[in-house]
Structures are given as structure tokens and as C-alpha cells.
Nanobody, 123 residues
Framework: QLQASGGGLVQAGGSLRLSCAASGITSDDYVMGWFRQAPGKEREIVSTISWGGGRTYYADSVKGRFTMSRDNAKNTASLQMSSLKTEDTAIYLC??????????????????WGQGTQVTVSS
């Protein structure tokens, strides 16, 4: 019920915008998050946003470079990524947590997941 898109190949220093379309989430309000997983590494949180969008939280590694937003009228969330680095290369997944409030840092807190979109940053 989550569909991520917008990934691709970009040079270091470039930008990409990821989108996540949500459907069928059985909650009146839900926290959303972006995670990423690089080959051979564990899944890690990138950003999480409150239901109203007024509170966003970022991993230290992306703070100041990435911006997460959401549009509840369209059931979408976005991740604007700038000043990309080679270490940002990973599969990016969007997720939704139907219980509780932001921030939610742990993958286990999320009960809806998208299939992921590949982001590759070349040097």
C-alpha cells in the first residue's frame, strides 16, 4: 500500500526527489518515514514526519541536505535530497506507522512498507 518512486542515478553533489504514494492505511493519522538500505548494511532511518507535517526529524548523516514533507490530501510523502554523496547510495523505502506519534526511529515501529526505489550516487 506504499509505492515509492523517483530514484535513479545522479552524480555526487546532485539532487533527487523521492515520492511515496500511500493507500489502504487503516488509521486516521499515521507517521511516515523514509529508510534506506545499502548492500551489506542494515536498514537505517533517514527521516520521519508527524501526521500534520509540522514535525520532521532526520538522521545526522542527512541533516541539512534532505527535506521530508507530506501532503495528506494526496496521501503522499516526499524526500528532497540535495548535495548527494556516494555514501547515500542505497535502496530507499517509505514506511507508515499506524500507531503512536512522531518521531519513530525504529523499523519495527512501522507496519506498512513500500517496495523501495534505488538511488545511486556516482563520484
Amino acid at each position: 500500500q506504499l509505492q515509492a518512486s523517483g530514484g535513479g542515478l545522479v552524480q555526487a553533489g546532485g539532487s533527487l526527489r523521492l515520492s511515496c504514494a500511500a493507500s489502504g492505511i487503516t488509521s486516521d493519522d499515521y507517521v511516515m518515514g523514509w529508510f534506506r538500505q545499502a548492500p551489506g548494511k542494515e536498514r537505517e532511518i533517514v527521516s520521519t514526519i508527524s501526521w500534520g507535517g509540522g514535525r520532521t526529524y532526520y538522521a545526522d548523516s542527512v541533516k541539512g541536505r534532505f527535506t521530508m514533507s507530506r501532503d495528506n490530501a494526496k496521501n503522499t510523502a516526499s524526500l528532497q535530497m540535495s548535495s548527494l554523496k556516494t555514501e547515500d547510495t542505497a535502496i530507499y523505502l517509505c514506511a507508515a506507522a499506524s500507531q503512536g506519534v512522531a518521531p519513530k526511529w525504529e523499523a519495527n515501529d512501522y507496519d506498512y512498507w513500500g517496495q523501495g526505489t534505488q538511488v545511486t550516487v556516482s563520484s
